[in-house]
């Protein structure tokens, strides 16, 4: 059986609303069925978003469609919350933490934060090093 892996993201794009789906409800429920599509099929789906709720509703559709954690990842951004990370990997799930690189890192940054403005101050901390 193809085991091959597929990203499911959902986050921070800068997409023309002509091609795109601009209602965010909307958006979660074609999310939501995208997913269970690949829940459903023989793949490794990589689940990516930055909101809490379809983390949760992720791992309640995995349970649904039989699959143990490891058979699909969890994919979080960099900034999201450490905490969270620690208590998704304690429940025994497989997380990945996203981390921009490459030609077009700056705008996804600014999409991030943008978006996102409260996480402006843990980006620049993370930034200082550590004594």
Same mark, same amino acid.
């Given at each position: 059986?193809?085991?091959s892996r597929v990203l499911l993201a959902k986050g921070a794009r800068d997409e023309p609303a002509d091609?795109?789906i601009t209602d965010p409800a909307e958006l979660d429920r074609a999310w939501v069925r995208c997913l269970?599509?690949?829940? =459903?099929?023989?793949? !490794? #789906?990589?689940?990516?978003? !930055? =909101? #809490?709720? /379809?983390?949760? @509703?992720? @791992?309640?559709?995995?349970?649904?469609?039989?699959?143990? #954690?490891?058979?699909? =990842?969890?994919?979080?951004?960099? =900034?999201?919350?450490?905490?969270?990370?620690?208590?998704?990997?304690?429940?025994?799930?497989?997380?990945?933490? !996203?981390?921009?690189?490459?030609?077009?890192?700056?705008?996804?940054?600014?999409?991030?934060?943008?978006?996102?403005?409260?996480?402006?101050?843990?980006?620049?901390?993370? /930034?200082? #090093?550590?004594?």
């Amino acid at each position: 059986m193809l085991r091959s892996r597929v990203l499911l993201a959902k986050g921070a794009r800068d997409e023309p609303a002509d091609v795109a789906i601009t209602d965010p409800a909307e958006l979660d429920r074609a999310w939501v069925r995208c997913l269970k599509v690949l829940l =459903d099929g023989g793949g !490794h #789906p990589v689940v990516a978003t !930055h =909101d #809490p709720r /379809l983390v949760e @509703i992720a @791992i309640a559709l995995a349970s649904r469609y039989g699959r143990a #954690p490891g058979t699909y =990842d969890l994919q979080l951004p960099y =900034d999201a919350r450490p905490a969270e990370v620690r208590r998704l990997v304690a429940t025994g799930e497989r997380v990945r933490v !996203h981390l921009p690189w490459g030609p077009q890192w700056y705008g996804h940054v600014a999409r991030r934060l943008a978006e996102h403005p409260r996480n402006l101050s843990p980006f620049l901390t993370s /930034l200082v #090093p550590k004594k």
